[in-house]
T-cell receptor, first 113, second 115 residues
Framework: RKEVEQDPGPFNVPEGATVAFNCTYS??????FFWYRQDCRKEPKLLMS???SGNEDGRFTAQLNRASQYISLLIRDSKLSDSATYLC??????????????FGKGTKLSVKP | DGGITQSPKYLFRKEGQNVTLSCEQN?????MYWYRQDPGQGLRLIYY???????QKGDIAEGYSVSREKKESFPLTVTSAQKNPTAFYLC??????????????FGPGTRLTVL
């Protein structure tokens, strides 16, 4: 049973392109969601928390659709430095083991000159 | 600078040996976590601790042990009972509070190889 599912990619895009990743989650009780970025052989770093109303941070926009149980990440004007693996993460209801994070396997993005 | 440190960065172990991975944080976070990542796989939770002197098993605790004697420290021991210990081990911490967000922040990881 895949609790958080992502397209592994790779997504190969030219600089300046807009690219979107989707992620689905199976636990309807999940309360909060995140996107992490992971560079090769490095630790994940928090990119964005995903709010129910959607949120934007510069070139990055995250959206949540609870009815369809999916989260999206949109990257505009892609930079070479955006090349990384993007991890979709869901968190259960607060407290105990249900509050732990469930990680997707990641979507690999490669931005080309 | 506040952050999470893990040591060593690379670790080689012979089969049958126990080894302990260090994780220290000075973020004043109550909760700490250990994950394992294998190539092409998502992170899997080994153990977590939400308060000093208490910890809980995660999804893949067999062959591992932890302690939480201090708020800042959460060492992980990989025992000889762990059948396939070669992996990238990540430690994380987060605040604990009423907010459901409580984002987790990761240390740089320890890459363990069993020879």
């Amino acid at each position: 049973r895949k609790e958080v599912e992502q397209d592994p990619g790779p997504f190969n895009v030219p600089e300046g392109a807009t690219v979107a990743f989707n992620c689905t989650y199976s636990n309807s009780a999940s309360q909060s969601f995140f996107w992490y970025r992971q560079d090769c052989r490095k630790e994940p770093k928090l990119l964005m928390s995903v709010y129910s109303s959607g949120n934007e941070d510069g070139r990055f926009t995250a959206q949540l659709n609870r009815a369809s149980q999916y989260i999206s990440l949109l990257i505009r004007d892609s930079k070479l430095s955006d090349s990384a693996t993007y991890l979709c993460v869901a968190r259960g209801a607060y407290g105990g083991s249900q509050g732990n994070l469930i990680f997707g396997k990641g979507t690999k993005l490669s931005v080309k000159p | 600078d506040g952050g999470i440190t893990q040591s060593p960065k690379y670790l080689f172990r012979k089969e049958g040996q126990n080894v302990t991975l260090s994780c220290e944080q000075n973020l004043n976070h109550d909760a700490m976590y250990w994950y394992r990542q294998d190539p092409g796989q998502g992170l899997r939770l080994i153990y977590y601790s939400q308060i000093v002197n208490d910890f809980q098993k995660g999804d893949i605790a067999e062959g591992y042990s932890v302690s939480r004697e201090k708020k800042e420290s959460f060492p992980l021991t990989v025992t000889s009972a762990q059948k396939n210990p070669t992996a990238f081990y990540l430690c994380a911490s987060s605040p604990v509070g009423l907010s459901s967000y409580n984002e987790q922040f990761f240390g740089p990881g320890t890459r363990l190889t069993v020879l």
